[in-house]
């Protein structure tokens, strides 16, 4: 990954799409386009007021090409600027549309952090695209600060990038749906400044993940 924009510069923000159906059951979604449900457009409304908190200096809006995070990202107030292929979802392969216990009915103790998807991408194809991703925000953030809409696996593998950790380590991190985190600086470290911040629709209650 590139070296580290000087400290005092902008921020990377990470959004997630808020909630769709196949996100609630726990099927995973990688290549697949699942509108948001009800929930997640009320999701993404709220999480445009919060991240409208942070005061965005200029922000450069990167998008999934994905129409969930599209509208996650157009709910939420942002103008986006690119759709990016590189920034989209994990592709899971043969796993696409299966949730975690019917893949493990096959596969013992599967998960993505841990074994392959047969004809998906690997944790170093992930990684290779997190840290081009990373590399591309990294040159705005001194004149800006950079908004990356897209997705819950792949926002995870960017947390661990950022902290230049291995990829399987997003498996330490929650992302929820509609949720964002804050990669910054201190002492010229790269650091998670705030993480997985998400609105309850339900309650209208501001979340933050234990």
Known sequence: ???AAPEGTGRVVLLRHGETEWARTGRHTGTTDVS???VGEEQAVAAGELVGELNLRNPLVL???RLRAQRTAHLA?????REWDALAEWDYGDYEGLTSREIQQTVPHWTVWTHPCPNGETVDEIGARADLA???ALAALPEQDVVLV???HFSRA????WIQLPVAEGKRFAMSPAAY???GFEHSYRQISVHNIHPSVRTGQRKVAP
């Open 77 to 81: 107030g942002l103008t986006v600027d």
């Open 158 to 161: 960017l947390l661990t990038r």
């Open 1 to 3: 990954m590139s070296a």
């Open 150 to 152: 897209g997705h819950g």
């Open 181 to 183: 985190s804050v990669l």
């Open 63 to 65: 998008s999934s090409p």
């Open 36 to 38: 948001l449900t009800a």
């Open 134 to 136: 990373l590399s591309v």
